[in-house]
């Protein structure tokens, strides 16, 4: 099986969140992707070189993926239908097409982001843990 992770999953892993550092650990073989978009959300998310070298690191372990231009012409629809009503950016947009055009589920907690979505599977992978 495949997926595709977003962003606060691998927040949650470089913050050493211990269900997500479990979670993600004992996946083992399976086909792990990450979108070139979520990629970017990191890198644009660190304070220091010390944070960007720990998620290019985490990066590493991954596929990265960017959207082709029949995803981003997808994305661009959903965004037009749902971003007044819904409040989809086109970020998200771009990222949960991704996900639907490669037939892979997105695990997230950030369903409010995706859920104006058709088609995308998300999946929460583990139990949050809250200070």
């Known amino acids: 099986m495949r997926i595709m992770l977003d ?3 691998l927040i ?3 913050r050493q969140d211990p269900p997500a550092v479990q979670w993600l650990t004992a996946l083992g073989d399976e086909e792990i992707w990450v979108s070139g978009l979520v990629a970017v959300e990191l890198l644009q998310g660190c304070r220091n070189k010390r ?3 720990a998620v290019e690191k985490l990066l590493q372990e991954f596929e990265v993926v960017w959207p082709t ?3 981003c012409e997808a994305a661009l629809q959903i965004f037009s239908d749902y971003h007044l009503s819904q409040g989809l950016s086109f970020w998200d947009a771009l990222i ?3 996900a639907v055009a490669m037939n892979w589920s997105l695990h997230t907690f950030n369903r409010k982001h ?8 998300m999946v929460q992978p583990y139990a949050k843990s809250f200070p």
Do not use: K, N, R
């Not at 995706?114 to 599977?121: D, G, Q």
């Open 7 to 9: 962003s606060d999953i």
């Open 12 to 14: 949650d892993f470089l």
């Open 51 to 53: 944070e960007q070298i």
């Open 69 to 71: 231009e029949e995803i």
């Open 96 to 98: 949960g097409q991704t």
């Open 114 to 121: 995706y859920i104006a979505i058709p088609h995308l599977v």
